[in-house]
């Protein structure tokens, strides 16, 4: 699991790679990965948008930008968490995201970004 804190909000993540749904013999490996954000501010807070940087070891990124987190806009208040799974393809079997949250303050509207960890894409075998 990866941590990182900005501005009073905690983004962890957590991967799993899922041989169910990859077929490595056709360049595709499926990964799984669940965001928990945790919020240490005295504010309630919303997460408005999201802008991923993901990676293949074979030198292609892509950029994925967009309102919320599947299909939600998840309202986060002090000392809450809210949870998601979602999914991300890679042509190779190694990769990596990282990316940003645009977030606002109920309180007073103010708009921040906090970041995502870089965290690693990795089948299990490529590691043998």
């Known amino acids: 699991m990866v941590t990182k804190i900005t501005d009073g909000v905690k983004i962890s993540v957590e991967t799993v790679y899922q041989p169910e749904y990859s077929n490595p013999a056709n360049s595709h490996f499926m990964f799984a990965y669940k ?10 807070v919303q997460l408005m948008r999201r802008h991923w940087y993901i990676f293949d070891s074979n ?3 892509r950029e ?4 919320g987190v599947v299909g939600q806009q998840p309202v986060i208040d002090p000392g809450e968490t809210h ?8 042509t190779t079997e190694i990769g990596s995201m990282k990316g940003t949250y645009g977030m606002t303050r109920l309180v007073d509207g103010v708009q ?4 995502i ?6 089948s299990p075998y490529r590691l043998n």
């Open 35 to 44: 965001i928990t954000i945790e919020n240490l501010t005295d504010y309630t």
């Open 59 to 61: 030198g292609t990124h």
């Open 64 to 67: 994925v930008e967009g309102e």
């Open 83 to 90: 949870e998601y799974v979602s999914g991300c393809n890679l």
């Open 112 to 115: 921040f970004e906090v970041n």
């Open 117 to 122: 960890p870089e965290f690693q894409l990795i």
